[in-house]
């Protein structure tokens, strides 16, 4: 894209905050969101170095939209602070709800978010109808973190082609999802401790690939790694596939649906491996599940429930018989 046409088309952020200066520019981008309510915001390729977050409007009146080139790169700084805060926190600087008003159906595409190690990738804070797309999140605590929502907690996110590299550490995350009623496509999370964790209702998530990635898979960090974590409830699960964690799939609710989902692990590998579990009584369904075991059958279990008397369903499920702990499945 040449500048004339991006300046015809959007607002050309390089015309106002230079790249590639080794400086920080968390005050002049923030000024720039601020200035130019209800406009697109294109980044160039380069480096954009941030020692704090980015917020922007989720009124309606003053959102902006996000757009980064294949190569723009926002990245945090050594400075940083606090891990937990996001480098683009979406409608943060000004919450609000509201899906009748244009403006409302703003949004983060394209481009590469570095955490450094520091920081945590995008957050989702306020607004209705925000999306999140062909985002590149790297280095990061928290990848993306869709907050309580709005709308009595409905965050009404849609999320699709993102890929997240967490940063090894025990507590990153890829995915963290507080809010409800989100639609999540085609991602690829890797390099976390738990792919994907969810603590609310009516979330759907389709095609995502979950892989566990760590320096020598310590015995003691691997026993506590899980691919999706669901601590809510009704929440469902299409194709997704859990990759090297101890844990595929840990359902804590009830009356969630997983379809068509898998958890299979590493040929070399010889712990622990769980393709369901809950802390409960399994109250939800999964449907043509598989689980590719690789472990001594002594260390591979299907399903684990710890308490019995659960009104959930086990329909179709795919694995060797000869290959898990238990007789009785």
């Not at 209702?201 to 999706?228: K, P």
């Not at 769980?274 to 449907?287: D, E, I, Q």
């Not at 019995?308 to 499920?317: A, E, F, R, Y």
Request: charged share 20%; aromatic share 8%.
């Amino acid at each position: 894209m040449n500048n004339e046409f991006a300046r015809e088309a959007y607002l050309l952020v390089t015309d106002y905050v230079k790249a590639n200066t080794g400086e920080d520019v968390s005050d002049a981008l923030q000024q720039l969101i601020l200035d130019n309510p209800r406009r697109v915001l294109f980044f160039p390729d380069g480096e954009y170095l941030l020692s704090k977050p980015i917020c922007t409007p989720a009124n309606p009146e003053h959102s902006v939209a996000l757009r980064l080139s294949n190569y723009a790169v926002i990245k945090a700084m050594d400075c940083w602070k606090d891990a937990d805060e996001a480098l683009i926190r979406l409608g943060a600087a000004e919450p609000f709800n509201t899906i009748h008003t244009i403006g409302s159906n703003y949004y983060l595409s394209g481009g590469i978010i570095d955490g450094s190690g520091v920081a945590s990738g995008v957050s989702i804070d306020s607004g209705r109808e925000t999306r999140v797309e062909n985002v590149s999140i790297k280095h990061t605590k928290i990848g993306l973190h869709v907050k309580w929502g709005a709308n009595s907690g409905s965050s009404d996110a849609d999320i699709c082609n993102v890929n997240i590299v967490g940063r090894g550490t025990l507590d990153s995350i890829g995915l963290l999802i507080e809010g409800m009623d989100n639609t999540f496509t085609n991602m690829r999370i890797a390099r976390v401790q738990i792919g994907v964790k969810i603590e609310t209702a009516a979330n759907l998530m389709r095609d995502i690939h979950v892989t566990y990635v760590q320096s020598g898979r310590l015995e003691t960090a691997y026993r506590s790694s899980i691919g999706f974590l669901d601590t809510g409830d009704r929440n469902w699960y299409d194709n997704c596939t859990s990759e090297g964690f101890c844990t595929g799939f840990e359902i804590r609710s009830s009356r969630s649906i997983l379809s068509s989902c898998v958890a299979k692990w590493y040929p070399d590998h010889t712990s622990k491996q769980v393709c369901l579990y809950t802390p409960n009584a399994w109250g939800s369904v999964a449907r043509s599940c598989a689980a590719y075991f690789t472990a001594p059958k002594e260390n591979c279990e299907y399903l684990i429930e710890d308490q019995s008397g659960g009104k959930g369903q086990i329909i179709d499920p795919v694995f060797d018989e000869t290959r898990v702990n238990r007789e009785d499945y």
